[in-house]
């Protein structure tokens, strides 16, 4: 049987507004939008990846916070796990380097005005339900 894969999906919160990239690639998932994160590593601890991917991905400095209650379905063998998570003082602004081409600092009234990658949708509604709570 096939393990499951955690996805770690970073709600990073600042200023009272959420953070979404814009994927470059793969060319089926480019021009959408998603909470920037990714694949978790045999033995890392979802916490730390997340950590990790948003220093590769962003070029900064965060902390995880607390996990936003639920699972995500991805594809097969990947599941979503969202994390909010705040920038550490003195850390450098986030800029897209890797998978993503631009960033959107949403507040709450901003939250579906990009287009969302269906699978992050229902993430995306968790992190405003924890946001609004």
Do not use: C, F, N
């Amino acid at each position: 049987m096939d393990e499951t894969i955690v996805v770690v999906g970073g709600a990073l919160l600042h200023d009272g507004r959420l953070l979404a990239a814009r994927r470059s690639a793969p060319p089926e998932l480019a021009g959408r939008w998603e909470l920037p994160g990714g694949k978790v590593e045999p033995g890392e601890a979802p916490e730390a990846a997340l950590v990790r991917e948003l220093r590769e991905e962003l070029g900064v400095t965060a902390e995880s916070l607390e996990r936003i209650p639920g699972e995500w379905p991805l594809r097969t063998p990947y599941v979503l796990h969202v994390w909010t998570a705040r920038l550490l003082p003195g850390s450098a602004d986030p800029v897209p380097l890797e998978d993503h081409d631009d960033l959107r600092w949403l507040t709450p009234d901003e939250l579906w005005d990009v287009d969302w990658l269906d699978q992050d949708i229902p993430a995306v509604k968790a992190v405003q339900r924890h946001w609004d709570g």
